[in-house]
């Protein structure tokens, strides 16, 4: 079955300690992204990639780092420097173009102490 | 920057009992999503509307984009146990710009 898997579900982490958020998807979408959602505040965008080995700052990327060496994976790295990394984060993907919507991953909840 | 602002923000309904979930957007809306969500879990796609006046339906769920696109509602009829979640709706804009997201709505829904 084709989908966006993600992983782990939950991930605890010292404050300081860099972790990376796995994000791979067997969809053959080009595009991918990073959201992080915290209480009542919705979903805000991190960063996105439209296309292998390019990727855009979103709305609140400071403290945190993306590659986008493979189509299939789109890790995500909270770097120390992310004041409150304390979240929910959702990957998704969607093909190019307008032609189909978002499909979003089972998400990871990271949380930093 | 787009904004999409939803009401309500949550929302207790009896079983059995109809709702509606409203999005505004602060831009004429260039295509509009429907997301579920259940706690702690990922987006489920609804639907989506692009044109002016559309309505689409998928089950006992309506949505609805005004003839402005502006605004578009989410309709629920005879609600069940199994609706509940948080509803958000989704903005994009020319040229495959990610998605816009409202804070959502939270529905509850009671025996």
């Known amino acids: 079955d084709g989908g966006i898997t993600q992983s782990p579900k939950y991930l605890f982490r010292k404050e300081g300690q860099n972790v990376t958020l796995s994000c791979e998807q067997n969809?053959?979408?080009?595009?991918m992204y990073w959201y992080r959602q915290d209480p009542g505040q919705g979903l805000r965008l991190i960063y996105y990639s439209q296309i292998v080995n390019d990727f855009q700052k979103g709305d609140i990327a400071e403290g945190y780092s993306v590659s986008r060496e493979k189509k299939e994976s789109f890790p995500l790295t909270v770097t120390s420097a992310q004041k409150n990394p304390t979240a929910f984060y959702l990957c998704?993907?969607?093909?190019?173009?307008?032609?189909?919507?978002?499909?979003f991953g089972p998400g990871t909840r990271l949380t930093v102490t | 920057s787009q904004e999409l602002e939803q009401s309500p923000q949550s929302l207790i309904v009896q079983e059995g009992k109809n709702l509606t979930i409203n999005c505004t957007s602060s831009?004429?809306?260039?295509?509009l999503y429907w997301y579920k969500q259940k706690y702690g879990e990922g987006l489920i796609f609804l639907m989506m509307l692009q044109k002016g006046g559309e309505e689409k339906s998928h089950e006992k769920i309506t949505a609805k984009l005004d003839e402005k696109k502006q605004q578009s509602s989410l309709h629920i009829t005879a609600s069940q146990p199994s609706h509940a979640g948080i509803y958000l709706c989704g903005a994009d804009s020319p040229g495959n710009t990610p998605l816009v997201f409202g804070k959502g709505t939270r529905l509850s829904v009671i025996a």
């Open positions: 998704a993907s969607s093909t190019s173009g307008t032609a189909g919507y978002p499909y």
């Open positions: 969809l053959n979408h080009d595009a």
């Open positions: 831009k004429t809306l260039y295509g």
